[in-house]
């Protein structure tokens, strides 16, 4: 994994510079496609001890589920963005899913609008990860934008990596991991489409 780790940092500095921006221009509440995605998360778990979130931002998705009485531990590789849920009374842990152990397992794991800063050599091992601190069962939640190739988005904070994939080459690397699909939908994003998956973990 050590060779994404420079395209990863410069993504994470990025956002650790816009953190406040970024959460006062996403709304609080999500969107129709949003809400279905994560009720369907809601409804597909198993008993278990709740949700991971990977990339929690400002915790609005969060907030949402355990609005129906799911408990979520809230994580995020940049510590601004947990920061800022402090500030507004949650709890958030800075955790780097390239490089940190999951202790424990959970019901489900929930990872929104992040996939896509991950390099393609990194993948399967991070959906194996995954797949490990699921309980039997578990359910992973997940979206990321539609498309082929690698490029960089430039901002007025920084660079954005991203890597796109496409559906069939997505839920390759999920069958690899073992996971099988329960769900998937697209959706339009500010940039093009985007695909929102719920999966199970098989084995």
Partial sequence: M???QPNNRRTVAAYEKC???YAASVSRQPSVAGAEALRRLADALP???GVLEIG????WDADFLEGL???VHRTDVTRAFCEFQVQRGRRAEVFDLLTDAIEGRYAGVLMLCVLQHFERGDMDGVLRKLAQALVSEGALLLSYPLGEGELWEHGESGDYRVVLWSEA???ERLRRAGFAIDWASRFDGRDG????????RTR
């Fill in 2 to 4: 050590a060779s994404s």
């Fill in 19 to 21: 953190a406040h921006d």
């Fill in 47 to 49: 008993s278990g001890d």
């Fill in 56 to 59: 929690s931002g400002p915790g």
């Fill in 69 to 71: 009485a799911v408990p």
């Fill in 169 to 171: 080459g997505l839920d």
């Fill in 193 to 200: 489409p985007w695909r929102s998956v719920l999966a199970r």
